[in-house]
């Protein structure tokens, strides 16, 4: 890749000059795809990024929100930070360190505001588990989450992993971060007066990733695997460690400006964005970098992708203390030069002795923000076909129940960290995560995922089903929706019916988002991520929060005391069904509710009564999955379904609540949603199931034995 | 590189605001060294006991008063080399040996307790996990001799429930070293199931015995890889059967 012709005009153009090679570098890298947003950027004003807990939106490294206060420890204000982001391309090349070097970088990007992080959560795409490849790639992005994640000690709470053969070739790795922070501590990436130094803290800069950013920005070969790999970078969670608490430290003390953390495009990037968006330029000397090998030339500097490093702006009186915090904690520390006036300028040694080279002098606005954005065809995709299939309840049953979209996820959560923190109130294997912020005596609930096959059926509502579905995750744990981020996943956005699926994603989630009062305040797009194998579906990954009072949550295992209800409206409709995937046959998405905003808040009141025993989330796998997951050795179910199509059809926005009071919760929600009574809860460990006549039980082992796949094939 | 100064601080100027925190109010130091990540967790649950605890970063050394050690789960120095060996070898750790000695109680959790063994502060080792991978779930325990001050607030053949959360937890010692701990009674739990069976099957790790946790030469010095201070705090709403091990502390 090089810089194009017409980019490479516009920069001339621009600067009266052709471009240096560093400078070309740059542009080539900033403005690509994976950096500028060219082609996706026109589609993301589509999103409602405020509200009044919003406090720093999109454009930082993370979104700030405030948190409503429940009685907690502190007096002052307590925020969360959240950002997202992918690590596709590096993780189909190289597994382990490119889904690590994906959660460093988002925990990064929340040290950036002042945050400390506090949980993290992946979801993750696959192609079909049968092959050997899809284990191959899973088992090496899970263990590098894990080896990352866990070392750092911030917990991975929750998540998602689906198969679909549409990944086949270019798995996705989607890793959101939640980070706290209050308003004395908030920092943001916005230079804040010329004269302030840049300071460059953590891991020496080698000749790692080179054009990262513009690798992201590919469709992935063939030959990926072995030609792409210099282009991924090699975390060190150590030295990532030592950083969160030397950031710890320099926020402690004030020392900090503004920060930015080095990701795509490294110091080029981290700097030019720092100071273009506060109003300024920057004169850097390259030379000054803390470097790892000999002989590096300014472009490598500039552009390097080496891990664990942040580049902060510090006061002059300060900076001898920032200085001392690194050395305390082992980390490298160079004072690279300062925020300034005018361009943003990079020098390096000339080649006589005291001679200075400049390599680079443009305007740090242009740089960061003037990539021209690209206007792409989009051909709408159309509405399948009504074909569903015959279905055999048993077997269906079994192969749904079974498959490993809807199977145990326990292999994977088992490996991550979800205790560290003393903060996991709710673990991974429920609808949502929990996480006590003690200091607002608030509950914070996690919900993050994609379901592809509802957005490759029906891209526009499967993605408003995609926010649904993360929102009564929430609710179905008694919480309020408070924000979401997004990762948008898509291929290549040049083809039209490809860009035309995106760009009805991107408006889905928007749409659904802005009915659910839930602003969308940052997020991440990752294009280009076909293979031989075509483009992966369009994949709009939507990491929500919200808040409750209070830690406590009913779970997603059966008392064995209540009445089993069923709440919300479901359809006839299996587009998008696991069913589907599993029998064959086509069909239209289901219908969405059209009072969502109800359906999710009353869900929320109802979970949180005391005559509340358990409440379960229905989603892929419909009603069948749903009562299976809630099974437990010791409690059971026994529920009557009109037909088939009833436990398998996925209509989102619906819930299996256990309650000992029926009644109360048929008045909740009169009005709001039907409210059907499936049966009651057993003590025998069993679930019976009577579908229109015909009966079927399978007891928890056998259900447990269904459900452990992936144990089963990956120990 | 860390430059030295006579005095053996490291070379702060003296108007910085971190100089090597002078800590006099400890009684319970929790020793935090690079990678160090339940330091935190560990003060929390030991100030919820009302003990009065505090990080301590491992360069500048144990403060005076201190009354108790923790050496805190974590990846000192990133597990590199080998878990808890480089750790074992840094200078806070002939401190900790030395108040070990005087009688001062220490607990060594998870990479804690790989460093006490690397520091020979107990025998035998912790090694990688039989599955080969990071587990994070919840064992049974059971309490082998409650006649020591880590179980005093137990029975014997109690079973309780702790986290785990570790690579390499599989408790490795040679056959006749192992006889005699048990001989001195120095096993403080063994993985068990819900019911107490010390089974195979109940054994998350392939520890020897299913060893989770022991006594070193002095009966103030313990070691496990589960964490207590993870089953502690009643406002998660689960398990707090980690309680009665810190209350050493109290």
């Known amino acids: ?715 | 590189m860390r430059t030295r100064n006579d005095d053996g601080f490291r070379g702060y100027d003296t108007n910085c605001r971190f100089p090597p925190q002078e800590v006099v109010a400890v009684t319970v130091a929790v020793v935090q060294f690079g990678g160090s990540n339940c330091d935190r967790d560990a003060v929390r649950a030991l100030s919820h006991l009302g003990v009065d605890a505090e990080r301590v970063w491992h360069e500048d050394g144990l403060p005076e008063d201190t009354e108790g050690i923790v050496v805190p789960g974590g990846f000192s120095y990133g597990d590199y080399l080998r878990a808890g060996a480089m750790a074992a070898h840094s200078p806070i750790m002939n401190a900790v040996r030395d108040a070990a000695a005087d009688g001062v109680p220490v607990l060594g959790v998870c990479n804690g307790a790989q460093i006490g063994c690397e520091a020979g502060l107990t025998p035998g080792a912790f090694t990688t996990n039989a599955s080969a991978r990071f587990q994070c779930e919840y064992v049974h325990l059971r309490i082998e001799n409650a006649d020591t001050p880590w179980t005093a607030a137990y029975d014997e053949g109690e079973i309780v429930s702790v986290p785990i959360a570790h690579g390499e937890g599989r408790f490795e010692i040679a056959n006749d070293r192992y006889d005699d701990l048990v001989a001195d009674d120095r096993v403080l739990f063994r993985y068990c199931d819900a019911d107490g069976n010390v089974t195979d099957d109940a054994n998350p790790n392939g520890s020897k015995g299913n060893v989770a946790g022991i006594l070193g030469q002095r009966e103030t010095v313990a070691v496990l890889m589960p964490h207590p201070e993870r089953a502690s705090l009643p406002d998660l709403n689960r398990s707090v059967d980690g309680r009665g091990i810190l209350q050493v502390f109290g």
Not at chain 1, 146 to 160: K, M, Q
Not at chain 1, 582 to 610: H, I, M, S, W, Y
């Open chain 1, 1 to 715: 890749m090089s810089l194009s012709d017409p980019d490479r005009e516009l920069v001339t153009a621009e600067l009266g000059r052709d471009p240096t090679p560093t400078e070309a570098a740059l542009f080539e890298n900033l403005w690509s795809e994976h950096c500028a947003y060219r082609s996706s950027r026109p589609l993301l004003s589509a999103f409602d990024s405020e509200s009044d807990q919003v406090v720093v939106g999109p454009g930082d490294d993370a979104a700030v929100v405030s948190v409503p206060d429940n009685g907690g420890t502190e007096d002052s204000e307590t925020y969360v930070t959240m950002g997202i982001e992918s690590h596709n391309h590096p993780s189909y090349v190289d597994p382990y360190d490119g889904a690590a070097t994906g959660v460093g970088g988002i925990v990064r990007d929340t040290l950036s505001m002042g945050a400390y992080p506090i949980a993290l959560a992946d979801s993750l795409y696959f192609g079909g588990f049968d092959r050997e490849h899809t284990r191959y790639l899973l088992d090496g992005v899970v263990e590098g989450i894990a080896d990352y994640g866990n070392a750092i000690g911030v917990p991975t709470v929750g998540g998602s992993v689906e198969f679909h053969d549409g990944y086949e070739g270019n798995p996705l790795v989607n890793v959101a971060c939640v980070g706290l922070v209050d308003g004395e501590r908030l920092v943001t990436a916005e230079a804040q007066a010329a004269g302030n130094k840049l300071v460059l803290v953590g891991n020496a800069t080698g000749r790692d990733g080179l054009g990262g950013a513009s690798f992201a920005s590919e469709d992935l070969a063939e030959d990926a695997e072995t030609e792409d790999r210099p282009a991924v970078q090699v975390g060190d969670p150590y030295s990532e460690k030592l950083l969160i608490e030397a950031n710890e430290d320099l926020i402690d003390a004030g020392l900090v400006q503004s920060a930015r953390d080095l990701g795509a495009a490294g110091l080029g990037g981290a700097s030019s964005e720092l100071v273009a968006k506060g109003g300024f330029g920057a004169r850097i000397e390259l030379d000054r970098v803390h470097q790892r090998e000999p002989n590096m030339n300014p472009l490598e500097i500039v552009l390097a992708e080496s891990q664990e490093r942040m580049v902060y702006e510090v006061r002059l009186e300060d900076v001898d203390d920032v200085a001392a915090v690194a050395e305390r904690y082992d980390l490298g520390c160079s004072v690279i030069g300062e925020v300034a006036e005018g361009n943003y300028v990079c020098t390096f040694e000339g080649s006589e002795p005291g001679e200075r080279e400049t390599v680079v002098d443009v305007p740090a606005e242009f740089l960061a923000d003037g990539a021209p954005m690209n206007d792409l065809v989009t051909v709408e995709p159309p509405e399948p076909e009504r074909n569903p299939p015959d279905v055999d309840v048993e077997a269906a049953f079994e192969a749904v129940v079974g498959s490993p979209n809807a199977a145990s996820k326990r292999w994977v959560y088992r490996q991550y960290d979800h205790e560290v923190g003393t903060r996991t109130a709710l673990r991974p294997g429920d609808d949502a995560a929990i996480v006590a912020l003690r200091e607002a005596g608030t509950g914070l609930a996690i919900s993050s995922g994609a379901v592809p096959a509802w957005t490759d059926c029906a891209p526009y509502d499967g993605a408003r089903a995609v926010a649904l579905e993360n929102a009564t995750n929430l609710a179905a744990k008694g919480a309020t929706p408070l924000a979401a981020v997004d990762c948008l996943n898509g291929g290549n956005p040049e083809t039209p019916d490809v860009y035309g699926g995106f760009s009805a994603v991107v408006d889905g989630l928007a749409d659904m988002c802005r009915e659910l009062s839930v602003p969308v305040v940052g997020g991440n797009v990752s294009l280009y991520n076909d293979s031989v194998a075509g483009p992966i579906p369009p994949t709009p990954t939507l990491a929500m929060i919200g808040t409750k009072a209070g830690y406590d949550a009913p779970t997603a295992e059966l008392d064995g005391d209540g009445a089993l209800l069923l709440v919300g409206a479901g359809s006839d409709a299996l587009g998008g069904s696991e069913l589907l995937s599993q029998a064959g046959g086509t069909d239209r998405f289901p219908t969405l509710p059209e009072n969502a905003p109800e359906v999710v808040a009353t869900l929320a009141d109802v979970a949180d009564a005391d005559a509340t025993l358990s409440v379960h989330d229905v989603s892929t796998g419909g009603l069948a999955v749903a009562l299976a997951e809630l099974l437990t050795a010791d409690a059971g179910a026994d529920v009557a379904v009109d037909d088939a199509v009833s436990l398998f059809e996925e209509t989102p926005g619906r819930a299996v609540v256990e309650t000992t009071d029926p009644e109360s919760v048929a008045e909740a929600f009169d009005d709001v949603a039907p409210v059907t009574r499936l049966g009651t809860a057993t003590d025998d460990g069993s679930l019976s199931l009577d579908v229109g006549g015909e009966e079927l039980t399978v007891d928890a082992d056998r259900v447990a034995a269904i459900r452990g796949v992936l144990d089963e094939a990956l120990d």
